[in-house]
C-alpha cells in the first residue's frame, strides 16, 4: 500500500496548519488510485511530528511511502532536517521504502503557477 505524507514546517498559527491539512484532503481526493493514503506532518509546532506521521502510515499498512516536503527552497529543513526524521523511521522499519520526493520550489510548473497567482490580482 502506497502513501504520501506532506511535509509542512509547522506553525504557532492554527488556521496555518489547518491550510496544509484541507490541502492534504485535497489531495487525497485528486490521488486516485495512485496513492491509498495521504496525510500531512510538521517539522515543527504542530502535529503530528514526521515520525509519528510516518508510524501512522505503517500502522494503517503502508509498505511504501513518499514524503513530499511542502517546501519552497532548499534550506536546511529540506536538506538537513527532514532527511533526519524520516532516518529515525527508516531505521525503526528497514522493511517499509520511505522515499523523499523533490521539495515543492522545485517542481517546474511552479513558474507557471506563480504568473497565475500573479495575474489573478
Do not use: W
Not at 511530528?49 to 499498512?61: F, K, N, Q, T, V
Amino acid at each position: 500500500m502506497k502513501s504520501l505524507l506532506v511535509v509542512a514546517h509547522g506553525s504557532r498559527r492554527a488556521a496555518s496548519n489547518d491550510e496544509i491539512r484541507t490541502l492534504t484532503r485535497n489531495l487525497a481526493a485528486r490521488a486516485g488510485d495512485d496513492y491509498v493514503r495521504v496525510e500531512c506532518a510538521f517539522l515543527e509546532l504542530a502535529e503530528p511530528s514526521i515520525p509519528d506521521g510516518l508510524r501512522e502510515a505503517i500502522a494503517a499498512g503502508a509498505t511504501e511511502i513518499v514524503v513530499l516536503p511542502y517546501f519552497l527552497s532548499a534550506g536546511r529543513h529540506v536538506v538537513t532536517d527532514i532527511p533526519e526524521e524520516v532516518e529515525k523511521v527508516r531505521a525503526e522499519s528497514p522493511d517499509i521504502s520511505i522515499t523523499i520526493a523533490p521539495y515543492l520550489g522545485a517542481a517546474p510548473a511552479l513558474g507557471d503557477v506563480l504568473l497565475d497567482q500573479a495575474q489573478a490580482s
